[in-house]
């Protein structure tokens, strides 16, 4: 079997480097990308160090020629991609009625347009390969959050382009799931805890006492998930969400 060729958005820190570094571990290559080639050195080495192979690539996802250009230059240093994760995003938050609408555009851009981008780049890798796996990166908000509205239509986006590209790529051996996580110790949620004034671990503290398995999710937590649903056995798993929130979602 040849060596897969994976890229995922967004992994210079976070769910996305956790995500790059586990599918090298499972002896994939893997293209790097993030907003800056710089910011994916530390990934890219990591990776080099374990024994692994990347290429770090900065690109604006919501940029079409500039997605254009990534794709190809890691298709001509590593191969062709056949794996894709959409992780890319950031976050505008703030209540309807206080939300600018260069937050809202910011938002649907990079996390709706960067995954539409990356995936209609890659698909013709998959397609001559006969074989693909996409995985985009929804959440638990898209089932709707208090002062994420841009966010959660967002989320909630990725998991309709998800199952559509179910439907539209299965017959060339392409799949494509969402995983949709809940609270994850990322830079992005210590954030949200010093925008709302508190300190991480009471924000951690009080979040997992609502959690049913009574703990935060961590990076490894998204990265094992993902790795399942880019994996050789994981062919007749196809457009579906996978909530990874420590319980039920209702």
Same mark, same amino acid.
Request: proline share 2%.
């Given at each position: 079997?040849? #060596?897969?060729? @994976?890229? $995922?958005?967004?992994? +210079?820190?976070?769910? /996305?480097?956790? &995500?790059?570094?586990?599918?090298? %571990?499972?002896?994939?290559?893997?293209?790097?990308?993030?907003?800056?080639?710089?910011?994916?050195?530390?990934?890219?080495?990591?990776?080099?160090?374990?024994?692994?192979?990347?290429?770090?690539?900065?690109?604006?996802?919501?940029?079409?020629? #500039?997605?254009? @250009?990534? $794709?190809?230059?890691? +298709?001509?240093?590593? /191969?062709?991609? &056949?794996?894709?994760?959409?992780? %890319?995003?950031?976050?505008?938050?703030?209540?309807?009625?206080?939300?600018?609408?260069?937050?809202?555009?910011?938002?649907?851009?990079?996390?709706?347009?960067?995954?539409?981008?990356?995936?209609?780049?890659?698909?013709?890798?998959?397609?001559?390969?006969?074989?693909?796996?996409?995985?985009?990166?929804?959440?638990?908000?898209?089932?709707?959050?208090?002062?994420?509205?841009?966010?959660?239509?967002?989320?909630?986006?990725?998991?309709?382009?998800?199952?559509?590209?179910?439907?539209?790529?299965?017959?060339?051996?392409?799949?494509?799931?969402?995983?949709?996580?809940?609270?994850?110790?990322?830079?992005?949620?210590?954030?949200?805890?010093?925008?709302?004034?508190?300190?991480?671990?009471?924000?951690?503290?009080?979040?997992?006492?609502?959690?049913?398995?009574?703990?935060?999710?961590?990076?490894?937590?998204?990265?094992?998930?993902?790795?399942?649903?880019?994996?050789?056995?994981?062919?007749?798993?196809?457009?579906?969400?996978?909530?990874?929130?420590?319980?039920?979602?209702?």
């Amino acid at each position: 079997m040849p #060596q897969r060729i @994976a890229i $995922v958005t967004g992994a +210079a820190r976070g769910i /996305g480097a956790g &995500t790059a570094k586990r599918l090298a %571990a499972d002896g994939m290559a893997v293209g790097v990308i993030d907003l800056s080639e710089a910011d994916c050195a530390q990934t890219v080495g990591e990776i080099e160090e374990a024994g692994g192979k990347a290429v770090a690539v900065g690109a604006d996802v919501s940029n079409a020629d #500039q997605v254009g @250009a990534a $794709v190809e230059k890691v +298709a001509a240093e590593l /191969g062709g991609p &056949t794996v894709l994760v959409n992780n %890319a995003g950031v976050t505008r938050d703030n209540l309807l009625f206080k939300m600018s609408e260069s937050d809202w555009d910011t938002v649907m851009n990079v996390h709706l347009k960067g995954a539409f981008l990356m995936t209609r780049a890659c698909q013709r890798y998959m397609v001559d390969a006969k074989w693909g796996r996409i995985v985009n990166l929804s959440s638990l908000s898209a089932v709707g959050n208090r002062g994420q509205v841009n966010y959660s239509a967002a989320k909630a986006g990725l998991q309709g382009l998800t199952k559509t590209l179910a439907l539209e790529l299965g017959k060339f051996g392409i799949t494509a799931n969402a995983v949709a996580p809940g609270f994850v110790v990322t830079d992005m949620t210590a954030a949200t805890a010093a925008r709302l004034g508190m300190s991480f671990e009471d924000f951690q503290a009080g979040a997992a006492k609502q959690i049913p398995v009574q703990r935060v999710g961590q990076v490894e937590d998204i990265a094992h998930a993902i790795s399942f649903f880019t994996s050789e056995g994981a062919g007749y798993v196809s457009g579906q969400i996978l909530y990874l929130s420590g319980g039920p979602v209702s």
